[in-house]
């Protein structure tokens, strides 16, 4: 559904290309994890997803991104925005208006929506997130969790087929964070494709059916979470397993390749009773 | 060393206390954890160890903070960011300086320190927090990680005695947050205290406070050994916290 086709970027004014020869294919369903230290590219893959580059970041790009078959750079941002939502690191960057409600209804009045459907879709995303209780509560004094949550509702209001983010959880706390993971998890388990970047391995490795790492502006990695995570050479690159991967190593119950830690806990209980046996 | 004594404190027009009746001491060359949910008071905190409460934040203040004895509301904020230094969540909206260098050197400048120190001080500070060899590029040009370190080079350069950080590892990646640690550590051995709000216990049960303070409502509801106070995990999680994982394994196998 989503390919990127042997992408280099580099953005106006700086030496070395944020993204070099990358290539991905993102499939209908999928949840994909992005990983990688901070300037690795991870941003700039996102933006290449709806459009937002080239149309309006401005830089030099080789290859194509194709959404349905359909070159970004053929297709506006609006049109775009229809198929790939972009929910940003930071929701203050993103939240527009005064209230919950206008906030969701902001961009479907743009899609030039009828007011019932407006109505019907605020409805059910508010539902769908479980914030029905903030609808009417005026954004400036929502928690920075309730704030990532109402922008992804208003993404998600607009129905795109795939939701993408970028650090979702970054200014979060832990508990709003876990709580993003497990919304976007369900979303997922609903039929919406996810694309996420993050640093947080522990809350969203659980979730994602695939995993890829980026270094200095290339995929070095890619397969599934548990794959990577237990292979271990994924440090050189920077990124740190999560706890519960060294934990399963210390304890020695890697064979079951846990990633959350429930999972750990089941493995853990296995193995103490086959020992016992 | 510096002294809370039976502190309460409102900030004007609120309704709630957001600190209540909190006494605790920090002594030099120790790391301490200050760990709570939102809202919890930990920020008033640290705005109380160096001054900002009752300077600058306006509200009603009982009790009273020392360091070195000396009684906070009886010294001025210049005075006190020589002894405690405070470094921001987010700190990176206060740059203004066209380089590293000039940035970490306006602390000093302003306090007044004399020009061969402040050169001595900028030096010191630019090379523990590991960005000497950048001190020539704009603050904007540096990564997230190299842009906290920044913001800790800016305070170090005061030579304060006591470093208090406000959720340092907000927005870090993996590398970033080992580095942040080793920094941490390193003050400590020099013999500075260190005191660090975080919720990222993952983090700081890996970098190894020496206490740690529980905060809810305000109030501190649990202080000691951090693993005494880690694995008692029923009680972070009730107190809106997330323990970290190695303890919540350890207590989960206890109970199977």
Same mark, same amino acid.
Not at chain 1, 58 to 85: F, H, I, N, P, Y
Not at chain 1, 246 to 275: F, H, N
Not at chain 2, 183 to 212: A, C, S
């Given at each position: 559904?989503?390919?990127?086709?042997?992408?280099?970027?580099?953005?106006?004014?700086s030496?070395r290309?944020a993204?070099?020869?990358?290539s991905?294919?993102?499939?209908?369903?999928?949840?994909?994890?992005?990983?990688?230290l901070?300037?690795?590219?991870?941003?700039?893959?996102?933006?290449?997803?709806?459009?937002l580059?080239p149309?309006?970041?401005r830089g030099e790009?080789?290859?194509?991104?194709?959404?349905?078959?359909v070159?970004?750079?053929?297709?506006?941002?609006?049109?775009?925005?229809?198929?790939?939502?972009?929910?940003?690191?930071?929701p203050d960057?993103?939240?527009?208006?005064?209230?919950?409600?206008? @906030?969701?209804?902001?961009?479907?009045?743009?899609?030039g929506?009828?007011r019932? @459907?407006i109505?019907?879709?605020?409805?059910?995303?508010l539902?769908?997130l479980g914030?029905?209780?903030?609808?009417?509560r005026?954004?400036?004094?929502?928690?920075?969790?309730e704030k990532q949550l109402?922008?992804?509702?208003?993404?998600l209001a607009?129905?795109?087929?795939?939701?993408?983010?970028?650090?979702?959880?970054?200014?979060l706390?832990?508990?709003?964070s876990?709580?993003?993971?497990?919304?976007?998890?369900?979303?997922?388990?609903?039929?919406?494709?996810v694309?996420?970047?993050?640093?947080r391995?522990?809350?969203?490795?659980?979730?994602?059916n695939?995993?890829?790492?980026?270094?200095?502006?290339?995929?070095?990695?890619?397969?599934h979470?548990r794959?990577?995570?237990?292979?271990?050479?994924?440090s050189?690159?920077?990124?740190?397993p999560?706890s519960v991967?060294?934990?399963?190593?210390?304890y020695?119950?890697v064979g079951?390749q846990?990633?959350?830690?429930g999972e750990?806990i089941?493995?853990?209980?296995?193995g103490?009773?086959?020992?016992?046996? | 060393?510096?002294e809370?004594?039976g502190?309460?404190?409102?900030?004007?027009?609120?309704?709630?206390?957001?600190?209540?009746?909190?006494?605790l001491e920090?002594?030099?060359?120790?790391?301490?954890g200050v760990?709570?949910?939102?809202?919890?008071?930990?920020?008033?905190?640290?705005?109380?160890?160096?001054?900002?409460?009752p300077?600058?934040?306006?509200g009603?203040?009982k009790?009273?903070?020392?360091?070195?004895?000396?009684?906070t509301?009886?010294?001025?904020?210049?005075?006190?960011?020589?002894?405690v230094?405070?470094?921001?969540?987010?700190p990176e909206?206060m740059?203004?300086?066209?380089?590293?260098?000039?940035?970490?050197?306006?602390?000093?400048?302003?306090?007044?320190?004399?020009?061969?120190?402040?050169?001595?001080s900028?030096?010191?500070?630019?090379?523990?927090?590991?960005?000497?060899?950048?001190?020539?590029?704009?603050?904007w040009?540096?990564?997230?990680g190299e842009?906290?370190?920044l913001?800790i080079a800016?305070?170090?350069s005061?030579k304060?005695?006591?470093?208090a950080?406000?959720?340092?590892?907000?927005?870090?990646d993996?590398?970033s947050?080992e580095s942040?640690?080793?920094?941490?550590k390193r003050?400590?051995?020099?013999?500075?205290?260190?005191?660090?709000?975080?919720?990222?216990?993952?983090?700081?049960d890996?970098?190894?406070?020496?206490?740690?303070?529980?905060?809810?409502?305000?109030?501190?509801?649990?202080?000691?050994?951090?693993k005494?106070?880690?694995?008692?995990i029923?009680?972070?999680?009730?107190n809106?916290?997330?323990?970290?994982?190695r303890y919540?394994?350890?207590?989960l196998?206890?109970?199977?």
């Amino acid at each position: 559904m989503l390919k990127i086709e042997n992408v280099t970027f580099r953005y106006e004014g700086s030496k070395r290309p944020a993204l070099s020869e990358v290539s991905l294919e993102i499939d209908r369903g999928e949840f994909l994890l992005i990983a990688g230290l901070s300037g690795s590219g991870k941003s700039t893959l996102l933006r290449l997803l709806n459009g937002l580059i080239p149309h309006f970041y401005r830089g030099e790009m080789k290859g194509r991104v194709l959404v349905d078959g359909v070159d970004t750079r053929e297709a506006s941002v609006a049109q775009l925005s229809k198929k790939v939502g972009l929910v940003f690191q930071n929701p203050d960057n993103q939240i527009v208006t005064l209230r919950v409600d206008r @906030e969701i209804a902001f961009g479907l009045e743009n899609l030039g929506l009828p007011r019932e @459907e407006i109505i019907e879709r605020i409805n059910e995303v508010l539902k769908k997130l479980g914030i029905e209780h903030l609808r009417k509560r005026g954004t400036a004094e929502l928690s920075g969790g309730e704030k990532q949550l109402v922008a992804i509702a208003s993404v998600l209001a607009m129905k795109p087929d795939v939701i993408v983010l970028d650090e979702p959880t970054s200014e979060l706390d832990p508990f709003s964070s876990a709580r993003i993971a497990k919304v976007l998890g369900n979303l997922n388990r609903e039929g919406v494709t996810v694309v996420v970047a993050e640093h947080r391995l522990d809350l969203f490795a659980p979730k994602a059916n695939r995993m890829i790492v980026m270094s200095n502006g290339r995929i070095v990695r890619e397969g599934h979470p548990r794959e990577l995570l237990y292979r271990g050479d994924i440090s050189l690159h920077g990124v740190r397993p999560p706890s519960v991967v060294k934990l399963a190593r210390k304890y020695g119950v890697v064979g079951a390749q846990p990633l959350a830690v429930g999972e750990l806990i089941v493995a853990l209980r296995r193995g103490v009773r086959i020992d016992r046996s | 060393m510096i002294e809370v004594e039976g502190v309460t404190f409102k900030y004007e027009g609120s309704g709630m206390n957001a600190l209540r009746d909190v006494s605790l001491e920090l002594e030099r060359g120790k790391i301490y954890g200050v760990v709570g949910p939102n809202g919890s008071g930990k920020s008033t905190l640290l705005r109380l160890l160096n001054g900002l409460i009752p300077h600058f934040y306006r509200g009603e203040m009982k009790g009273r903070v020392l360091v070195d004895g000396v009684d906070t509301r009886e010294a001025s904020v210049a005075q006190l960011s020589k002894k405690v230094g405070l470094v921001f969540q987010n700190p990176e909206h206060m740059f203004f300086s066209e380089t590293v260098y000039e940035e970490v050197s306006f602390g000093p400048k302003s306090i007044g320190m004399d020009p061969e120190e402040i050169k001595e001080s900028v030096r010191w500070a630019l090379e523990e927090v590991g960005l000497w060899e950048l001190r020539e590029r704009s603050p904007w040009s540096l990564s997230g990680g190299e842009m906290k370190r920044l913001s800790i080079a800016c305070i170090l350069s005061m030579k304060p005695e006591f470093l208090a950080v406000d959720e340092p590892t907000i927005g870090q990646d993996s590398l970033s947050k080992e580095s942040l640690s080793e920094i941490f550590k390193r003050m400590r051995g020099e013999g500075k205290g260190v005191v660090i709000v975080t919720h990222d216990l993952e983090w700081l049960d890996e970098l190894g406070p020496d206490v740690v303070f529980v905060l809810r409502y305000g109030v501190v509801i649990n202080r000691g050994d951090p693993k005494e106070i880690f694995s008692d995990i029923r009680n972070l999680a009730t107190n809106g916290l997330i323990p970290p994982y190695r303890y919540i394994v350890d207590s989960l196998l206890e109970v199977g």
